[in-house]
């Protein structure tokens, strides 16, 4: 395999991580989305199960209403626990996709970096060979001065 075929597979090997790259970032970013939406919906919850007022100073009242009040509040504190169950599920998905992130820009900047190494080493060739034919044409031009 020439050096020139090693640079362009490392380029498109280089293309296709970064690609990889993005792609789990926008998935992250999404995922970062979703959390602010559950941490907002549970906010909401909990102001809902305290706006709803103390159900037992309704039970002289009304029984029915305490009765009401308090399933509404058992409900909706329910919810949030389930909200919150699901939350924390998000999250430990979310800490794989970091990890699934992390490895893919590092195998992306190795991949860079041994791209690299090969351009600088195939710009060293090029000019070690650029070197030798100048000095082979000022051999030439030398040799043909002493000749005349």
């Known amino acids: 395999m020439t050096r020139a075929t090693t640079i362009r597979s490392l380029g498109t090997l280089v293309q296709v991580r970064s690609s990889q790259v993005e792609r789990l970032e926008a998935e992250l970013a999404g995922q ?3 959390r602010v939406r559950y941490r907002n919906n549970l ?6 199960a305290h706006g709803s007022g103390a159900s037992g100073a309704a039970l002289v009242r009304n029984p029915a209403l305490a009765l009401n009040c308090g399933a509404y509040k058992q409900n909706v504190m329910a919810l949030a626990d389930s909200h919150r169950v699901d939350l924390s599920l998000h999250e430990a998905n979310m800490a794989v996709s970091q990890e699934r992130l992390k490895d893919a820009w590092v195998g992306r900047e190795l991949l860079g970096k041994v791209l690299a190494r090969e351009q600088g080493a195939q710009a060293a060739d090029t ?3 650029i070197k030798k034919r100048e000095d082979e ?9 002493r000749a005349a």
């Open 127 to 129: 000019e070690r060979a």
């Open 43 to 48: 906010e909401r919850l909990t102001a809902l």
């Open 32 to 34: 970062e989305a979703t």
């Open 137 to 145: 044409i000022a051999t030439q031009s030398w040799m043909a001065g």
